[in-house]
């Protein structure tokens, strides 16, 4: 496939993730205890699941592998403030 492509459907699906674990966190993990430490759970998990899967279909190059983490971190800071944020608002 192309590279490009890939990098776009690499990107696309992490943001869907985010959202969906954005949302479950609003929804569900905010009302019960612990709620932080349960969304980071999640993330986690999410991330790992993420990282193999999109490991499995793109090239092994250091340049992927080096926007492959440019988009994670930058994702991950988006997702942790806003779930900083709702936490300090509650």
């Not at 690499?10 to 674990?21: E, G, P, Q, R």
């Amino acid at each position: 496939m192309n590279q490009i492509l890939i990098l776009i459907i690499a990107i696309a699906s992490l943001i869907i993730l985010n959202i969906i674990v954005y949302y479950l966190f609003k929804m569900v993990l905010i009302k019960g205890n612990n709620s932080g430490l349960r969304f980071l759970g999640i993330n986690l998990l999410k991330d790992i699941i993420w990282l193999t899967g999109i490991l499995f279909f793109i090239d092994k190059t250091k340049v992927n592998f080096l926007i492959l983490s440019l988009i994670f971190l930058i994702s991950s800071f988006l997702i942790y403030y806003f779930v900083i944020v709702r936490l300090n608002k509650s």
